[in-house]
């Protein structure tokens, strides 16, 4: 392996155990696969940039665009044409949109985040980025000591983010591979000067320069150390705002706001059974109650998300629900202890809540839009052991009440019911669809409800999650999905018909332990659309098919008592058999009854996958890629190879051993083709007409040769035509010097673009297609003469059989 292409590898391992830092930083990792795919891209395609004639500098920008081109497949693959397998202007434009959508959850989650696109765009883009600086600085400029701030920057960044989430291992890693770099450098620089130079202050030039190399070294690898001790650590989101970031009524050092989705697919990518919080209540809500941690209020077509919310120091008692008429409705306490194991930052409570005491009241927020609590800056993880109580409303709506409820507030409306220019059709004629035969807006909901729950629909978790306008449409074409793609695919179909909606996540209700308490584990996370009405508020319903507990109000008849049911929404609404999850004999009664046993732990884990990674549209583009490389790159490497093989050393040597080796008639005769190859190659076609002698002059004469090469070019011609004719030919000239002399020759003359072409389509080439061809029609040759023998076998008895039979025939007519 040569110096250059040992540095291209070094360079790209390096980069690669760099990136593994980053890692930490989403819950999926499948995305740092697709990094270390584009580091090998950057570097291969380097490496077949510098054999070309072109300036150095124009090496990182073929990189750029190749990186640009992996981008697109990987992250716009739904807009490129032909199957997703090309891209086109469309593809740029949803690649912008999807680093915009990075660029907004950079502010809203918090680490480790969800592997969403645009953050997976956001560190593959960051990964391939380096990996060009740093093979930009090691390899196409050789400064491999200066690479190790590229690979710095990667490695502060990515530690300095995951915060306690770090690890030595990655700097460990990070330092191999530059060390490995540096060394491959100091072999050459050694190998360049032929000896080692051990150094001394008075030493040679080799020493300074390994001295030096060195002390770059040791700088990088202690700024290394440093570096991610002093940078601070980041609060809230990937990126800390400060107080310009954080939302309004927030003051100096409030929060960033997270998007409660975030516990939710943390939660599915790696489900758990383990106890997250108990509760106490001394009422029959218990076993009904969902526990909300947030709800998201916007849709843009992307997702569903939390709008700009405002945020205020909390003291213990929330503002009167929106839109709930009645305040004297009777009220509920609940007793509630968080283990060590919920890393939410938001807190759980029933919905709409009075009032709630938790320690430290300085040391919380409530968010004034949706009622809900988190903690404040800094203090992230006082939830974990939080030991707090919530009062919460017992509201308790009838069907009728909510059929006969006022059309909501204009400000309510004018928000809730807000919907992305690009909505797809189909979602607004579905809904249209489905509640053709209701009047009121609660017999809207209702038949959503029980369409979503009816026998078209499947719940499963081995589909990718998503909220946004692909994700719903291909969840009305599919059907098939889980929480989050029931609940907010119903809120955006309610908001076409004009009724107010939002998402809610957190917790369906805990399994029963014993007496007034209930335990929740982290197999019951969970979403659902909540839909305004006035004088009643937010109402919660249940579309998603055997989960959750569907809310009295939602049942076809009237129940006799006033207890509210326990039964699932898909029994309540249809008598057809619902496939649960599983029915085994060791699954909790409750857990069945949500739907959290069987195949949610097994099947979680693949519903916010990066399966992008090996769809068909990036391997079948990828493979697409690399074929047309291959053939592309086939004609520069053949011509290599074989003027490689035509010029390598040989020759026989004198008797007695001290003369030059004599070459061999092949040897001649191959360096006469390698020279009318070069010429061919830079303009000058072979004309087989002429002498060698001819042909060298006529090739001396086009080209218009100095001297030099012109006799080189003179000699390679006389020892061909002392081959071809003399009778004994010794011929002991260096003659592979004399081609490549003549080659130089050739190539000064003939300008960048001749130069350029030669190197990558050689016109010389041509004879490796004749030779396929040769080659293809020996193949047909072959077996077509292996074919007239088999049919000869096979049909020759059957003639002669029948040649003798018209000749006894004809003997008998003529006797006759």
């Known amino acids: 392996m040569t ?126 980025l380096i990996a060009i600086a740093v093979d930009a600085v090691a390899v196409t400029y050789r400064r491999s000591a200066l690479a190790g701030l590229p690979l710095l920057a990667l490695y502060s960044v990515g530690n300095g983010l995951a915060g306690d989430r770090g690890s030595w291992v990655w700097f460990g890693l990070a330092s191999v591979g530059y060390l490995v770099l540096l060394f491959a450098e100091g072999q050459d620089r050694v190998s360049r000067w032929g000896r080692v130079f051990r150094g001394t202050s008075r030493g040679a030039e080799g020493g300074t320069l390994s001295l030096s190399g060195q002390r770059v070294g040791v700088l990088a690898l202690a700024l290394a150390l440093l570096v991610p001790a002093f940078l601070p650590r980041w609060d809230g989101g990937l990126i800390h705002t400060g107080p310009k970031g954080a939302a309004a009524g927030t003051g100096a050092g409030g929060v960033t706001s997270l998007d409660p989705l975030v516990t939710l697919e943390s939660a599915l990518t790696k489900p758990s059974d383990i106890e997250l919080l108990t509760y106490r209540m001394d009422s029959t809500l218990a076993d009904t109650a969902y526990l909300r941690t947030g709800s998201l209020d916007v849709f843009d077509g992307a997702a569903w998300k939390l709008g700009s919310p405002a945020t205020t120091d909390f003291k213990g008692t929330f503002a009167p629900p929106e839109g709930l008429r009645d305040l004297g409705v009777p009220t509920v306490p609940g007793d509630f202890q968080v283990t060590n194991n919920l890393d939410s930052a938001w807190l759980p409570m029933p919905y709409p809540a009075k009032n709630a005491t938790v320690p430290n009241p300085g040391s919380w927020k409530v968010d004034t839009l949706t009622g809900t609590v988190q903690p404040a800056a800094g203090k992230e993880k006082a939830i974990k052991g939080l030991h707090y109580q919530v009062t919460a409303y017992d509201v308790r709506p009838t069907a009728e009440e909510l059929r006969q409820a006022l059309p909501a507030r204009p400000q309510i409306a004018g928000h809730y019911t807000g919907l992305p220019g690009d909505l797809p059709s189909v979602v607004r004629q579905q809904a249209q669809a489905v509640t053709s035969k209701a009047s009121t ?38 059907r098939k999905g889980f929480c989050v793609h029931f609940a907010s695919t119903m809120a955006a179909m309610a908001r076409t018909l004009g009724i107010p909606s939002r998402v809610a996540v957190g917790f369906t209700p805990g399994n029963a332990k014993g007496g007034d308490l209930y335990s929740v584990n982290g197999l019951m996370y969970h979403a659902w659309p909540e839909l305004y009405f006035e004088g009643f508020g937010w109402t919660r319903f249940e579309p998603t098919k055997g989960v959750g507990v569907a809310p009295r109000y939602t049942e076809p008849v009237a129940a006799p008592t006033s207890a509210p049911t326990t039964a699932p929404t898909a029994a309540a609404q249809s008598t057809a058999p619902v496939a649960v999850p599983s029915s085994s004999s060791d699954c909790d009664p409750k857990l069945r009854r949500t739907g959290d046993c069987g195949d949610q732990r097994k099947g979680a884990a693949g519903a916010h996958e990066d399966s992008w990674l090996l769809s068909w549209q990036v391997l079948s583009t990828l493979a697409a890629v690399l074929v047309v490389i291959a053939l592309l790159l086939t004609p520069m490497l053949w011509r290599t190879l074989l003027r490689r093989r035509r010029l390598g050393a040989g020759g026989r040597r004198r008797p007695g051993g001290d003369g030059p080796a004599e070459l061999t008639d092949e040897q001649v005769l191959a ?146």
Do not use: H
């Open 671 to 816: 360096a006469w083709d390698e020279l009318i190859d070069s010429a061919w190659d830079l303009g000058i076609p072979p004309d087989e007409s002429r002498t060698p002698r001819a042909a060298a002059r006529r090739i001396s004469e086009t080209a218009e040769l100095d001297e030099a090469s012109a006799a080189a070019a003179g000699r390679v011609a006389l020892a061909t035509e002392r081959v071809l004719y003399a009778r004994s030919a010794q011929v002991s000239a260096p003659l592979a010097a004399d081609v490549r002399t003549a080659r130089d020759g050739l190539r000064a003359g003939a300008g960048r673009a001749g130069r350029t072409r030669a190197v990558l389509l050689p016109p010389s080439s041509a004879k490796l297609w004749w030779k396929l061809s040769d080659a293809v029609l020996g193949v047909r040759l072959a077996a077509r003469r292996r074919a007239a023998r088999v049919a000869g076998a096979v049909t020759g008895p059957v003639r002669r059989a029948w040649d003798r039979l018209r000749r006894r025939g004809g003997t008998d007519g003529t006797e006759s």
């Open 3 to 128: 110096t250059r292409a040992k540095l291209t590898v070094y360079s790209a391992l390096a980069t690669a155990l760099a990136s593994l830092c980053l890692t930490p930083l989403l819950t999926g990792k499948s995305w740092i696969v697709y990094a270390l795919l584009v580091v090998v891209a950057v570097a291969g395609s380097g490496a077949g940039l510098r054999r070309t004639p072109f300036y150095r500098w124009t090496v990182p920008l073929g990189q750029l665009l190749v990186l640009f081109v992996l981008l697109l497949v990987g992250f716009a693959s739904a807009t490129n044409r032909f199957g997703g397998m090309l891209p086109g202007p469309e593809s740029v434009r949803t690649l912008g949109q999807v680093l915009g959508n990075g660029l907004d959850d950079i502010r809203e989650y918090a680490i480790p985040a969800p592997p969403n696109p645009g953050l997976r765009l956001i560190l593959v883009s960051s990964v391939g």
């Open 441 to 478: 807006a609660y017999d809207k909901a209702l038949a959503l409800q029980d369409w979503f729950t009816g026998p078209d629909f499947t719940y499963t978790t081995q589909i990718k999650s998503g909220t946004g306008n692909d994700a719903i449409v291909e969840f009305l074409r599919n």
